[in-house]
């Protein structure tokens, strides 16, 4: 992690311990009064506005209904997942998981973010997002109603009980950014509702001061000690601060440094080939969204970036395309996905890219798609003109050697494959994990995530090279597991590479790993796919030579019919699988078992593995 890391972490950890952040981040601060009310509104200041009309299909419309009435009941739903009734009074600090209820009276530098005793403190800071807020907001527009009322008293609920910089919904500052976009939309959509008074005005404006305060104010622990989608998040809040309040005296510098820091972290995070450092699709996604923000508000206040950030975001939208499967819009639940949605503005699943792609793509002047994507209308951009946009093109080859991503596609199939030596923190430890899509369904899968803070043999199997389809040694991972999301001895060497012939794909990798087990020690995959066949032949070989047993997992989808999949060893010999227990989660909080088909390598270290759909 570098020794900036090492020394931010050290002296960040002195002033937390010194009670320095608490002089910094002060408890009932004074209230602060910038613009009323009328003149806010009279200020015109721009915003996404919905033009023309956009129609949902009979069954979005019911979906949407039962969602509304649900929230309206106190159930709302979390990380895409599971319901959870909060009951009317919810205080806002209570674990719903675990009925852990945090101490409102501590300071943030207090609350303990991983406790075993707490549970998983997302469960806590899901609904402060306040991201139900976008499905009032679409009620409202398709059914001609008015959710004001609600949505205000929501917004008032949660600063009543969560005194600024206190609890655990001031832990994060990405979770406060987001908080601060949400309400920001909302108030915007709302702002000529007789429900919002001048008095209630003045109390949201004097809370999103103090939280983007929050933000400015810790912002070097993402930007040094996290550097991921989380400083960028909370950069773009910085950085759109000005153009949202810009009655906020301080806004106009938080802006200017914000969009440096901004620039800065796009083109740090985002590799050349367009790949993204976190090495999950779905916090891609979540820059993804981030970014539409940042495009579609730099379009209606006239500003630009760099031609170097521009050229950045282009790449990093065209690689999660080229990894998406044509039928189902989804991509391989590959990487850590904790079900982060941040604005949730159509009616598709979770699970499909399709209408944040689309969205980006369009201030980008490309389009992907041929249908038309709600998130358009949200972000004030003119469905109409989608026509007059250059056409994305899918790629038969899929080669990202900055972040290990590859992968070919043939008819209705998408094969995807990792095979990449890490310079920033990898999530887990999948090198030369391969993802099969057919006909717009996931053959062959990664196992996705479960929880962050779970016992250690599910954090082991959803993380570790054991839960992926791929070689281990021992059971062991090629990586060696540190605390909560630290990998040692990263993979620093691999070689891959990728071509097409008349009759098939060919992709060829290799990956030194299991530093438990000695030097050098390395995993070869071979995969070919039969062209218009949906055939593949895996060949996977290693040089380990030592007491521990070797095997290859697969995980099959078991909705998947028609799938045969078989081994021989290099003589031909057949080789007989094992059926052992494994875990699947497509979305967060939520697990199934699973039967993972496990075959034993052979003491000659070469396995060849047959895969076909009839």
Not at 61 to 70: A, I, M, N, R, Y
Not at 289 to 316: G, S
Not at 486 to 502: D, F, G, L, M
Not at 540 to 567: C, M, Q, R
């Amino acid at each position: 992690m570098k020794l900036r890391y090492l020394g931010f972490r050290v002296y960040f950890l002195l002033i937390t311990k010194l009670g320095v952040l608490k002089k910094r981040f002060p408890t009932n601060p004074t209230k602060r009064i910038f613009i009323q009310k009328d003149e806010w509104i009279k200020s015109n200041i721009p915003f996404f506005e919905q033009s023309g009309n956009f129609k949902l299909a009979p069954i979005e419309l019911q979906g949407l209904k039962l969602k509304v009435e649900k929230i309206k009941k106190s159930i709302f739903l979390f990380f895409s997942s599971t319901e959870f009734n909060l009951g009317e009074n919810y205080n806002w600090i209570t674990n719903p998981d675990t009925g852990f209820k945090y101490d409102i009276n501590k300071h943030w530098t207090e609350i303990e973010d991983f406790s075993a005793n707490a549970g998983d403190i997302k469960f806590v800071w899901e609904k402060s997002r306040f991201t139900f807020l976008y499905d009032l907001i679409r009620y409202d527009y398709h059914f001609k109603e008015d959710q004001s009322e609600f949505f205000f008293k929501e917004i008032e609920s949660f600063i009543d009980y969560n005194p600024i910089n206190q609890g655990p919904n001031y832990k994060c500052s990405q979770e406060i950014s987001l908080r601060i976009l949400n309400w920001t939309y909302a108030l915007f959509y709302y702002k000529n509702c007789s429900n919002l008074s001048e008095e209630l005005f003045e109390k949201i404006i004097n809370s999103i001061y103090w939280q983007l305060k929050h933000v400015y104010g810790n912002i070097n622990f993402s930007r040094i000690a996290v550097r991921n989608n989380h400083a960028i998040t909370e950069t773009a809040a910085l950085y759109l601060s000005y153009f949202l309040f810009p009655f906020i005296p301080e806004t106009k510098k938080w802006s200017k440094k914000g969009k440096k820091w901004l620039e800065q972290e796009i083109n740090y995070q985002i590799y050349i080939d367009g790949s993204y450092l976190q090495f999950s699709h779905n916090y891609h996604r979540v820059v993804i969204q981030i970014l539409t923000w940042i495009l579609a508000i730099n379009k209606l206040h006239h500003q630009n970036f760099a031609n170097k950030t521009m050229r950045k975001i282009e790449k990093t939208l065209d690689f999660l395309f080229q990894h998406q499967d044509d039928i189902s819009g989804c991509l391989p639940n590959y990487g850590n996905n904790d079900g982060a949605l941040f604005f949730p503005l159509n009616s598709n699943n979770y699970r499909d890219y399709r209408p944040q792609l689309q969205a980006l793509g369009i201030l980008l002047n490309k389009n992907y798609y041929n249908e038309s994507y709600e998130d358009l209308f949200w972000f004030g951009l003119n469905k109409e003109d989608i026509s007059k946009k250059s056409f994305g093109k899918r790629e038969n080859i899929l080669s990202f050697p900055m972040g290990g991503f590859y992968g070919f596609r043939d008819n209705n199939s998408l094969t995807t494959i990792k095979c990449g030596a890490y310079k920033d923190r990898p999530s887990q430890a999948d090198g030369l994990n391969i993802d099969i899509w057919n006909n717009g369904q996931n053959i062959l899968r990664d196992p996705g995530t479960y929880k962050y803070n779970t016992i250690k043999n599910l954090i082991n199997f959803y993380t570790g090279t054991i839960g992926h389809n791929t070689l281990n040694i021992g059971k062991q991972s090629q990586m060696i597991k540190g605390g909560r999301f630290i990998w040692y001895y990263w993979t620093k060497k691999v070689e891959a590479n990728i071509v097409e012939s008349e009759k098939e794909y060919i992709f060829e990798g290799k990956l030194y790993g299991f530093p438990q087990f000695g030097k050098n020690i390395f995993h070869k995959r071979i995969v070919r796919q039969i062209k218009n066949e949906s055939t593949w032949i895996i060949e996977d070989s290693t040089n380990y030579k030592g007491n521990e047993k070797v095997y290859v997992h697969w995980n099959l989808n078991p909705k998947s019919k028609f799938v045969n999949i078989s081994a021989v060893d290099n003589a031909g010999i057949e080789v007989e699988p094992n059926i052992e227990k494994g875990w699947f989660s497509e979305l967060y909080g939520i697990k199934e078992e699973i039967e993972q088909l496990v075959f034993l390598v052979p003491l000659s270290g070469v396995i060849k593995t047959k895969i076909e759909i009839n």
